[in-house]
């Protein structure tokens, strides 16, 4: 076989290396277009999990690798003139520089052609090759050259980040946040070699323009950010090297091969620095590649197959986390008020793949002091700072709306008993009061319909019927009774996501002949195709509906519920006038969000003034619509700030379906991502869902600020109702 690799990176030099290896009689020969000694770049970071995976795939180079790294395993935050540290987190950085030459002397040594200082130029010149190796970079002449086989991919960051090094010493992997008059600027730092550290530097585009960085030159740049960071660099330098600032390209390929030709590390993906390192994962790839070939020698074909369908996954998960990293850093001047204990834990947890429960293996006390600082800020009573010895962790603080006092962050919803019938019976009440002895520190009701026709299907129940009323007396005031758990009541109006058949035929199906009942909507517009269409509301029917959300709210209140949450989202009646797809309004209720949120404010303004002072009010917005064209993020981050601003103190972030059309996330952890953005962007107070009954990941959204309630998953009993239960402890329940 004769082998070509293109990048003399060290993920080509690796795949080139661990190539002769598996296969000595081979030929491989590596080209590179820049000089071997090229300087381009500071230091690298490599968990111990990657160095392990080094070590098995050859010890040689592993040895000389590790001889080189400097080694730490604390990550240090720096926010509003404070440092706190988190150990147990072990990395190792070595210089880029020295990784190189360590690579390029072990490939010398197995007979690997080495040439530098040279362009492929024609891309026909692959065809004298059995094996073509395309490492050649982000900007891979490889993959240009035949876009149409690998269909790149590439979606930029919104932040500018520009890599330095400097000759203060760290002794940790440290973060450092630092406010200007130009906005915020941050600063990822770890030390590769025993005098020089790495230091990216990133801010908002916006930043780097107000602060005339987008016009400086690369001394200037030097000079203007030694001032910013001034305090941790001790008058010592920052050092710089091609140091461009740059928006960080997330690479994705359909294909990574075209016949003999196989694409490898960033040439084929790429993952935010925040994450790790792209020379781990080009690494990491020439590793899977010689595996590949090591079980199908010559079959080229069936190794290249092999090869990307182990490392795609692998690959696709970590970009997943990387973007949910990128967003953090890109976002973090939302977090800006947070102290840096809280703000420590929010970004050692970013991603999802270190939780609450990890720290606290990693370094307990780490975490005793996150307990200590998130009880005593939700504490009432005065305690001296510091001096809390033992704290109960995030998922049991109390919690005060209003004059309403929550034992614990806790939530359940139970499902209806007996389809979506409600409070229909003792049965019913009996069998929500055994879920509230569970000991959560709210429990909420189904949607109660407003009027009959704002029912979703026939088994809604209606506030609006003597019966409910009274069996949500009798279940508050057994509530209350036995269990120091609140009760939440949601009120709700379908829309035209109404006069559907009851959910256990299937999801939005409409009801058939006399059976159905009138729509009402923003527009005259039907939910999906075949469906009924509604009537636009006209001044009269607004003045109606606005009355039944206000005589629900005192029917509520007057059953002894402690908080009532509105129903705004998942395209019932009041999302149908937030959102363009289903509001074409050209009246004072549509057009901007501003004219299309009157309607939806008026209702909840009109319902505040009777709904008591002393209870909270909360309200369930949808994500998005999760269409190009409908109400998105930034939209519903706009949206909470109305709602806060008119007395809403609470807000249920949820995904799910909301447009017929749209293509929603369902799992929790999209929901946790936009509660953390409207609570931290809105200052309104969130309650999110969960994806499991544990602490571990209550205690982790709770301690990050992602959110102020969680919201357990319902579990069904035997006899179809909800089984009592309690959160999940380390395993047990």
């Known amino acids: 076989m004769k082998v070509l690799v293109l990048g003399g990176g060290p993920g080509g030099l690796y795949a080139a290396i661990l190539l002769r290896k598996v296969h000595p009689e081979w030929s491989v020969e590596l080209i590179e277009r820049n000089p071997s000694d090229a300087t381009y770049g500071w230091g690298i970071v490599f968990s111990d999990r990657t160095l392990a995976s080094f070590r098995e795939a050859d010890a040689t180079s592993y040895r000389e690798i590790v001889d080189r790294f400097v080694l730490w395993e604390v990550i240090e935050v720096r926010h509003l003139g404070e440092a706190i540290r988190c150990g147990g987190n072990v990395f190792a950085g070595m210089s880029r520089k020295v990784l190189l030459d360590v690579l390029q002397r072990r490939a010398r040594e197995l007979g690997v052609v080495l040439t530098f200082r040279t362009e492929l130029g024609d891309p026909s010149r692959l065809e004298a090759y059995d094996l073509c190796i395309a490492a050649d970079g982000a900007n891979s002449f490889v993959r240009r050259s035949f876009a149409s086989t690998f269909r790149p991919r590439v979606q930029l960051g919104r932040s500018k980040y520009a890599w330095f090094g400097t000759d203060q010493l760290f002794d940790a992997f440290t973060f450092i946040f630092r406010a200007t008059e130009h906005g915020l600027f941050q600063a990822h730092v770890y030390p590769h070699i025993g005098a020089v550290a790495t230091m990216v530097i990133e801010c908002a585009e916006s930043t780097w323009h107000a602060a005339g960085l987008d016009e400086a030159s690369e001394a200037e740049n030097v000079a203007f950010c030694e001032r910013v960071f001034r305090e941790d660099l001790g008058g010592h330098r920052i050092l710089a090297n091609k140091s461009d600032w740059l928006s960080f390209p997330t690479i994705r390929n359909r294909s990574w091969r075209h016949g003999r030709l196989v694409l490898l590390g960033d040439a084929a993906h790429t993952a935010h620095f925040s994450v790790g390192s792209g020379t781990k994962l080009a690494m990491e790839d020439a590793i899977a590649l010689a595996s590949a070939f090591g079980r199908h020698a010559v079959d080229v074909e069936r190794a290249l197959d092999e090869y990307e369908l182990e490392r795609r996954p692998v690959v696709e998960a970590l970009q997943q986390a990387a973007l949910e990293s990128q967003e953090v850093f890109e976002n973090s001047a939302r977090y800006a008020h947070f102290s840096a204990p809280a703000l420590a834990f929010h970004l050692l947890t970013r991603s999802s793949r270190i939780s609450y429960d990890e720290l606290r293996r990693r370094d307990s006390s780490f975490i005793d002091r996150i307990d200590s600082e998130f009880f005593d800020a939700h504490d009432e009573r005065a305690r001296p700072p510091g001096t809390r010895r033992l704290a109960p962790p995030p998922a049991f603080a109390p ?17 209806p008993a007996d389809g979506g019938r409600g409070l229909r019976g003792e049965a019913a009440s009996a069998a929500l009061v055994r879920s509230a002895l569970g000991g959560a520190g709210l429990m909420l009701t189904e949607i109660f319909a407003v009027s009959p026709e704002g029912r979703i299907t026939p088994d809604c129940s209606g506030i609006y019927r003597a019966e409910t009323a009274a069996g949500l007396r009798r279940l508050a005031e057994l509530v209350h009774e036995q269990t120091d758990t609140k009760l939440g009541v949601q009120i709700g109006h379908a829309g035209r996501r109404g006069s559907m058949r009851p959910r256990r035929e ?20 039907a939910y999906a195709p ?95 619509d999760w269409l190009d064209d409908g109400l998105g993020p930034d939209d519903v981050v706009a949206i909470a700030r109305m709602l806060h601003d008119r007395g809403c103190d609470l807000a249920h972030v949820i995904t799910g379906i909301v447009q017929f059309e749209g293509c929603p996330r369902y799992d929790a952890y999209a929901s946790t991502l936009h509660s953390d953005r409207v609570r931290n962007e809105s200052g309104i107070a969130t309650l999110v869902a969960v994806r499991s009954a544990t602490t571990d990941e209550i205690n982790g959204i709770l301690a990050a600020g992602r959110g102020d309630l969680c919201l357990l998953p319902p579990q069904p009993s035997e006899a179809g109702g909800f089984d009592p239960h309690t959160i999940v402890v380390e395993g047990g329940a």
Request: no cysteine; charged share 25%; glycine share 6%.
């Open 506 to 525: 299937g999801l939005d199906r409409p009801l058939e002949g006399g059976a159905a009942w009138p729509l009402l909507s923003a527009s005259a517009i």
């Open 399 to 415: 919690l005060r709306l209003r004059r309403l006092e929550l034992a614990n962050r806790v939530v359940l919803a139970p499902a």
């Open 530 to 624: 075949g469906h009924p269409l509604p009537s636009e509301m006209t001044r009269a029917a607004m003045d109606r509906v606005r009355d039944d959300f206000v005589r629900a709210a005192r029917t509520v209140d007057r059953a002894g519920a402690d908080l009532l949450q509105l129903h705004a989202a998942q395209g019932y009646l009041l999302w149908s006038f937030l959102s363009p797809v289903s509001n074409r309004r050209t009246d004072s209720w549509g057009g901007s969000l501003e004219r299309r949120a009157a309607f939806p404010l008026e209702v909840v303004v009109a319902v505040r003034e009777v709904w008591p002072d002393t209870k909270p009010l909360s309200v369930v917005l949808s994500a998005s």
